[in-house]
């Protein structure tokens, strides 16, 4: 399993998946502003790990707060949150993160200012452990969904690369594997900026897991062959409602399996879930830089000098396009979600 961020040694250590797979290079992190860098510029990408990211990120920053007193550490501290907060708008993981970061502090509020900024180091760990385990919890709901013999679609990465470990996506596609199901994975190359070809497709590979690597707009064509039987993809923010924010591109995929009878399943850990929001309308989505398209990695031209272009990183799926949706707590139909509310967190087994 391809690291994509650790704690070690007082430092964060980054995987730059900006250059992948040409270069791999990680990136020590002392600073909790170079790893808002890094969520920014893509260094790091994917709702949970960039969850990780900004609890680390939150630690790594306190350490150097010299407030002797709760009062005046916690002033410090929210100018991290500020910073973090403002890195990428659309991914609810982070704003997660902060809120059970407030919640830890406010809980151990009694304790010294050594004691808190060791609690947040536990903390920021104790994220990155469980959303390894969330994972694998996933893979374990979602693999009851692929047959042996099945072609699975995902759109984007939702790999380890994107998470703590093991994917949310790319976990029912590794378990399936496990049971013993002999499995074909089609990955989308998911312009502009290729997560689909550069992260996935190498991922899958490094994990011995077939994959097939194919153009965005080649998706219906080959759904009208009768070469895919299900899709799976991840989540950046999943609202109450069961509306769906991922990589642009995903929601031409959904429609495209409704037309062609095709289930379509979104991994989606609870982190991901935003019950705050009632419907897709209101999640707000990142516009990136014209660079992007207008240019390979940044490098070469492809599109005319001064070009309108407009860089939606994010659409939003709506639930009626949605089969299931797929956590650590089960699969839920959309219109279920309101199972899995706070009071009934609890909920666990449900099945289609």
């Not at 630690?59 to 007193?69: E, R, S, Y």
């Not at 609690?119 to 390894?132: G, M, Q, R, S």
């Not at 790319?170 to 502009?192: L, S, Y």
């Amino acid at each position: 399993m391809v690291k994509a961020i650790e704690w070690r040694d007082g430092k964060v250590i980054m995987l730059d998946q900006s250059i992948l797979p040409v270069e791999v290079k990680f990136i020590e992190c002392a600073d909790y502003h170079i790893i808002a860098e890094g969520i920014k510029k893509l260094w790091i990408r994917g709702a949970p790990a960039i969850g990780i990211a900004a609890a680390m990120g939150i630690a790594l920053g306190a350490q150097d707060i010299t407030a002797k007193n709760y009062r005046d550490f916690i002033k410090g501290i929210e100018a991290i949150f500020d910073v973090m907060l403002s890195t990428r708008p659309t991914a609810v993981n982070i704003k997660w993160a902060v809120e059970r970061i407030k919640r830890l502090l406010k809980e151990r509020r009694g304790e010294s200012v050594t004691r808190l900024k060791e609690l947040l180091i536990e903390e920021a760990k104790k994220i990155h452990e469980e959303d390894i385990e969330v994972n694998k919890a996933i893979g374990r709901w979602g693999a009851q969904f692929i047959k042996d013999g099945d072609t699975v679609l995902t759109h984007c990465n939702a790999g380890s690369l994107a998470t703590g470990g093991y994917g949310t996506a790319t976990a029912p596609i590794f378990v399936a594997m496990e049971q013993g199901k002999k499995i074909q994975v089609i990955a989308d190359e998911t312009r502009p900026v290729l997560q689909g070809a550069r992260l996935t497709a190498w991922e899958l590979m490094q994990a011995g897991v077939p994959v097939t690597l194919i153009t965005d707009n080649s998706a219906g064509a080959l759904m009208k062959k009768g070469e895919i039987d299900l899709a799976i993809v991840g989540t950046d923010r999943t609202v109450r409602n069961g509306d769906v924010a991922n990589k642009i591109g995903t929601y031409s995929v959904a429609v495209l399996c409704k037309e062609h009878k095709i289930p379509f399943y979104v991994a989606a850990p609870l982190s991901s879930i935003d019950f705050s929001i009632p419907t897709g309308d209101m999640i707000p989505i990142e516009e990136r830089g014209a660079e992007e398209v207008t240019h390979i990695f940044g490098r070469c031209r492809i599109a005319p000098d001064n070009v309108k272009v407009r860089n939606m990183a994010f659409d939003v799926t709506p639930a009626k396009y949605v089969t299931a949706i797929i956590t650590e707590k089960g699969a839920f139909r959309p219109k279920d979600l309101k199972k899995l509310s706070k009071k009934s967190a609890n909920i666990e087994g449900y099945r289609l």
